[in-house]
């Protein structure tokens, strides 16, 4: 039989917490619930009203990874749950993470989180636009740097705040508040912005998901604005081959990266790092950070 834990008055039987998930560290799935529980106060600040998509990896980053939307069969009723518009003729329901139990219930399943750039009151209106640079090999995260600095301040002549933060695999994410806006009104602003800086950097940045463009390149996804896209969430561990971490960083750390190593971080940096930064993307959460997105030229 599962050990039973509560949290927050919730008995949730978590299961097989010996059991090795990232075989390269050694790192435990006991060691995981304690880290997203002492992280919970970052990562439910959020994902609050957002509907989450997990990718599960049961068995660690080496074995099935399935990324699913809907709510996972035999969810607990006092999870909260949302209904979210779908391309189909039928809406379905997503998981809500608003509180600790729910976090840990999710956290047991083994999962990365996602989550789009609007909540469940408002879907399909986005209040923060997200730039996903992913580095075609040879160019490599710090290839990224240089174009986020670019980007960050190309954000700020249009009056936007950027927060930046490591993807947690091979690349960063720029996110910015704005006032709330139509995701393909952002989507097609973000686009814009790609191939403004795809221009700007021709050897540099590509703007196209074409494969064949992309090695030696940063490629500037900005599609995650579109309503049907996700991303990974601040603080989410990643199925990779170690448990590294989707972790907000500075700018002078951007500015000062010279090798992929110095911008990536295992769950057991976050404690100290929060400890010393804060929530360094607690600007998307205040709302006097937010600004409208610039009108068509």
């Known amino acids: 039989m599962s050990p039973i834990t509560i949290v927050e008055g919730r008995r949730l039987p978590l299961t097989r917490l010996d059991k090795v998930l990232y075989p390269e560290t050694g790192t435990t799935k006991g060691e995981v619930l304690h880290y997203v529980t002492t992280t919970a106060g970052a990562l439910l600040a959020h994902l609050h009203d957002r509907p989450v998509s997990f990718l599960r990896y049961p068995d660690g980053p080496d074995g099935e990874r399935f990324f699913t939307k809907n709510v996972p069969p035999g969810t607990p009723a ?129 703007a196209k998901m074409r494969k064949d463009l992309r090695p030696g390149k940063v490629f500037l996804d900005y599609s995650q604005n579109a309503a049907a896209k996700t991303t990974a969430c601040a603080y989410t561990l990643r199925a990779r081959a170690t448990p590294t971490v989707s972790t907000p960083v500075t700018w002078d750390e951007v500015a000062g990266c010279t090798d992929p190593a110095q911008l990536t971080f295992l769950f057991g940096e976050i404690a100290a790092r929060r400890a010393r930064h804060g929530d360094l993307f607690a600007p998307l959460l205040n709302p006097n950070y937010a600004h409208p997105l610039p009108r068509p030229a």
Do not use: M
């Open 78 to 206: 006092w999870v909260k749950t949302c209904e979210v518009p779908s391309r189909s003729a039928h809406s379905r329901r997503q998981v809500l993470l608003q509180d600790l139990a729910s976090l840990v219930w999710a956290a047991n399943l083994v999962v990365e989180l996602h989550a789009p750039q609007w909540t469940c009151d408002t879907p399909a209106t986005a209040d923060r636009l997200v730039l996903d640079l992913d580095p075609g090999a040879p160019a490599t995260l710090v290839e990224c740097c240089a174009v986020a600095r670019w980007l960050r301040d190309r954000l700020a002549a249009d009056g936007l705040y950027a927060c930046v933060k490591t993807s947690g695999s091979k690349g960063l994410h720029l996110l910015a508040p704005i006032e709330p806006a139509p995701s393909d009104d952002a989507t097609a602003y973000a686009r814009a912005l790609a191939v403004e800086a795809a221009a700007a950097f021709p050897d540099l940045v590509t």
